[in-house]
């Protein structure tokens, strides 16, 4: 028997029509359980997290049946309250799932802290810009001592106290500078 016999026999045309008949079969059954298992027609809004505390997010996402990961805290941000919610993925609005998980960043308590860097004999625009580019806010209160360098830093002050390498402080503090006069010995 040839081959083009073979392909022309009742045999293997009813093997053709069942194997087509069964793949056909399969996937619509495939398709209608992947429908069922992933709940296909389901939509949950998601919600508006911002500025709640973690319990305001986590009682409002209960009640929608969806779950929720802290990921991380972000920079301390004013605007926000401390111990809130800055950012949410997935955003506010969009649809998902039952069950799904929400990923929280929260808002610190107050901006990390910053070592104070040696600014001893540093000029006072070396200084400044230094302090500026750490995160420090530097204060127009300066206080004169007598040296012989004119604007060089002799110190450093926070709130009217000396602080020197290796104190921390948080990030946006003001800084004054305690610098020489110029005309000491």
Known sequence: MSIFQFLKSKTFLIQLAIAIVGLLLFVFMLQWWLGYTT???????????????????????????????????????????????????PEAGDFVKQKRKIYLTLNPSKYRDVAIPDLNGKTRRQATTHLRSIGFVVGKEVTWVPDLGKNVVRGLKHEKVQVGLGDKLPKK?????????????
């Open 39 to 89: 709940n296909h027609d389901q939509k949950i809004q998601v919600p508006n997290l911002q500025k709640m505390s973690i319990a305001e997010a986590e009682n409002q996402l209960k009640e929608l049946s969806l779950d929720f990961v802290v990921i991380d805290s972000a920079s301390y941000n004013p605007e926000f309250p401390k111990k809130s919610v800055i950012e949410q993925d």
């Open 173 to 185: 503090s003001v800084i004054n500078l305690v610098l020489g006069d110029g005309r000491g010995n």
